[in-house]
Nanobody, 123 residues
Framework: QLQASGGGLVQAGGSLRLSCAAS????????LAWFRQAPGKEREFVAA????????AYGDSMKDRFTISRDSAENTVYLQMNNLKPEDTAVYFC??????????????????WGQGTQVTVSS
């Protein structure tokens, strides 16, 4: 299971750090990712990281502001979000799949999902 947390209300320009804790062992090949979904919009890729290193990717509008990282001792992946904008408002989900794929940015590629955490950025 995946448990996402850390969302909240923040002003534009502020920062938040989301956490996604996994209850099961995470293998080196496992990919952990963040997606987001705003009301009335499709689920959008945010960031992905191979647990054992070597692969990291970001959505185009996030790569200069967001950082995905992991703590193996805590079995947790983080999403540090800086310089937040109102358009970042969405429910953020973490997800996992067994290994990296060229389609890492597509939600159907992920088998397991956390419950989501709301991020609201006020202008």
């Amino acid at each position: 299971q995946l448990q996402a947390s850390g969302g909240g209300l923040v002003q534009a320009g502020g920062s938040l750090r989301l956490s996604c804790a996994a209850s099961e062992h995470i293998f080196s090949d496992t990919v952990l990712a963040w997606f987001r979904q705003a009301p009335g919009k499709e689920r959008e890729f945010v960031a992905a990281k191979r647990w054992g290193g070597g692969r990291t990717a970001y959505g185009d509008s996030m790569k200069d502001r967001f950082t995905i990282s992991r703590d193996s001792a805590e079995n947790t992946v983080y999403l540090q979000m800086n310089n937040l904008k109102p358009e970042d408002t969405a429910v953020y989900f973490c997800a996992r799949r067994p290994r990296w794929t060229t389609n890492y940015y597509r939600p159907p590629e992920y088998m397991y999902w956390g419950q989501g955490t709301q991020v609201t950025v006020s202008s």
